[in-house]
């Protein structure tokens, strides 16, 4: 198990005495691109995730060590200035780091060790994971508590300084999970509230279609920003208290159909939708209304695929091949898009079949191994004892 290995390692190489934090992924049920638009989501936290071993050393140098892909070391010093760094994870630190400078946080030389069983690039925000977990495990060994709300913004901080402009729903549902929950959030006032997602007699599953995304270098993520940013500025000069596509009613939208490009028109409505699909789920799950929660799913996946155009052909096989499944109830991509895993809702008892059946189709179809993880929810970031 990765946990014990980093623990056998950190023990080996540099100390008997450390904390081990675990950071866990995340899905999202449903709400895509609307987090940036503060509007509404609804993920939650899952048990694969990233482990973290940390202690202080007592020197003035940072030393870290991942297995996250292949065995790597990077040493940050403590005054000094760095360049990039080859490896993503390097990157994402570097910018921490000198997020918590700038912010005049203390900086200690200490020891740290990662790895973890979130796979990379498949929509399961290893990146937040990856943040989060490593601004917490400072905090606890430099024994200054960050408040996780503060945790989020130096994480969201640190994702605009690689290049990807994204919202806060990844942060928050990595940092506030809990167990058999998703996360309603409130993206314009980061109010949450907890919503059980466990319909009886029905499973979720996650299908990696193992196309891999990479968002920061597809900057497709960033220009749907600048579409529903585009048509918010023009809705707000008709109306007043307009920020952000969250104040946009369709009405509002149709005004304005003849002043924005068509291809932003389409993406903004996209959006609007979305929010009331997430309101609209959240309320068949209160009610455990299994067969509907299904066909939001497929709403909301063909209307990423054809209004957002944010998913894949190969993702696209996957639902499709679902939706002629019977114990299939639905399905969609989760996450920023251009690859990663769809989030399936199976009866429990003939999860094994079904999914044989997906497998086997999409491998037909498409020449490509997928891979399954039956979904468990769990906690957000915290020390394991």
């Not at 990595?174 to 059980?196: E, R, T, W």
């Not at 497709?220 to 600048?226: D, F, L």
């Amino acid at each position: 198990m990765i946990k014990s290995q980093i623990a056998s390692y950190f023990r080996k190489y540099y100390s008997e005495s450390f904390k081990v934090i675990k950071s866990p992924g995340r899905v999202n049920i449903i709400g895509e691109h609307t987090d940036y638009n503060l509007g509404f989501v609804l993920p939650a936290s899952i048990e694969k995730a990233i482990y973290f071993a940390v202690n202080l050393n007592n020197s003035d140098e940072i030393n870290i060590e991942t297995f996250l892909t292949s065995p790597e070391k990077i040493t940050f010093k403590l005054e000094g200035q760095h360049n990039s760094f080859d490896s993503f994870w390097g990157n994402y630190f570097k910018a921490i780091l000198e997020i918590l400078r700038e912010r005049n946080y203390p900086l200690k030389g200490f020891d740290c060790v990662f790895g973890g069983d979130i796979p990379i690039g498949s929509g399961l925000s290893s990146s937040a994971a990856l943040c989060c977990g490593f601004i917490y495990a400072l905090s606890v060994v430099l024994e200054k508590e960050i408040p996780r709300k503060e945790i989020a913004l130096i994480a969201q901080g640190a994702e605009h300084k690689i290049g990807l402009n994204c919202g806060l729903m990844d942060q928050y549902a990595v940092l506030f999970g809990k167990k058999g929950n998703a996360l309603f959030l409130d993206c314009k006032d980061l109010s949450y509230k907890y919503v059980p997602i466990n319909l009886k007699g029905y499973s979720w599953v996650l299908i990696n279609s193992n196309i891999k995304h990479n968002l920061a270098v597809d900057s497709e993520y960033n220009k749907r920003r600048a579409s529903c940013e585009t048509v918010a500025t023009e809705v707000s000069k008709k109306k007043d208290n307009v920020s952000s596509l969250r104040e946009v009613t369709p009405q509002d939208l149709e005004d304005v159909k003849n002043q924005v490009a068509k291809l932003d028109f389409t993406r903004a409505n996209y959006v609007i939708q979305e929010n009331e699909r997430v309101l609209k789920m959240i309320e068949l799950l209160n009610k455990g209304e299994a067969e509907l929660v299904g066909k939001v799913l497929l709403e909301g996946h063909w209307a990423m695929s054809k209004e957002f155009e944010i998913t894949t052909t190969e993702l696209d096989c996957l639902v499709r091949i679902g939706m002629e499944i019977d114990a299939v109830h639905g399905s969609r991509m989760m996450g920023g898009g251009f690859g990663g895993c769809t989030i399936n809702l199976i009866n429990t008892d003939s999860v094994d079949e079904s999914v044989n059946i997906i497998l086997s189709k999409y491998r037909k179809e498409t020449g490509i191994l997928a891979e399954v993880y039956q979904l468990q929810i769990g906690d957000g970031v915290h020390i394991l004892e």
